[in-house]
């Protein structure tokens, strides 16, 4: 009898761990998409900014197509997280009709909602950041240079973040990340260049 209580117990303790461990492994994805949303503002924004830069020097326009480039892209990934969860929420509830004989936990399904929310307050976060360091800078080359260092900061500190959350090695994460976003403004900024220089 004691022997089966023991069991029990023990069977238990390993049901709670799984628990606990299955919810930990939920917030890292859900943390870690957040922190790549983020990037992708952070990146995708500061090099639009970078490429109007490259063509236009006045503060207003980077500042303005800096916003647009927030809004649009935050809409952008509002819906897309919202119809991609949408099609799982009714895959899952149709699984658990089946195998529950109709009845449905909604507590255990995923919400499209705050997906798409979580989605677009991370890639604004991520998207006001080189829009705060031009914001208040006069100086075009100046401007460009504080819009690189925030960047660059940011880049670092998201790259940490996600390795962290990933289990990755933190130094080539970062390189990895930094370097990819440093690509992408260079890119930009010297293609606009370029074809502004070339066709307008």
């Known amino acids: 009898m004691e022997s089966h209580n023991v069991n029990n117990s023990s069977n238990l303790d390993m049901e709670m761990d799984q628990e606990k461990a299955f919810d930990y492994s939920k917030?890292?994805?859900?943390?870690?998409?957040a922190v790549?949303?983020?990037?992708?503002?952070?990146?995708?924004?500061?090099?639009l900014m970078?490429?109007?830069?490259?063509?236009?020097q006045d503060v207003k326009v980077m500042i303005l197509?800096?916003?647009?480039?927030?809004?649009?892209?935050?809409c952008s990934m509002a819906i897309g997280e919202f119809?991609?969860?949408?099609?799982?929420?009714?895959?899952?509830?149709?699984?658990?009709?089946r195998e529950n004989g109709g009845q449905v936990e909604k507590e255990k399904l995923p919400s499209p909602m705050q997906a798409a929310a979580a989605s677009a307050l991370a890639f604004s976060l991520g998207a006001i950041?080189?829009?705060?360091?031009?914001?208040f800078v006069k100086d075009y080359h100046v401007r460009i240079g504080a819009i690189v260092a925030a960047v660059t900061l940011a880049l670092v500190m998201f790259g940490w973040l996600g390795a962290v959350l990933g289990k990755a090695p933190v130094f080539k994460s970062s390189a990895r990340v930094l370097i990819g976003g440093w690509l992408a403004m260079a890119v930009t900024f010297g293609l606009t260049k370029l074809i502004g220089t070339h066709s307008l």
């Open 36 to 47: 790549l949303g983020a990037n992708d503002g952070l990146v995708s924004t500061a090099s």
């Open 27 to 33: 917030r890292a994805q859900w943390l870690r998409a």
């Open 65 to 74: 197509s800096g916003f647009a480039g927030l809004v649009a892209g935050a």
């Open 83 to 97: 119809v991609s969860v949408y099609s799982q929420y009714d895959i899952e509830m149709a699984q658990m009709k």
């Open 129 to 135: 950041v080189p829009l705060m360091a031009a914001a």
């Open 50 to 56: 970078m490429g109007v830069g490259a063509v236009k």
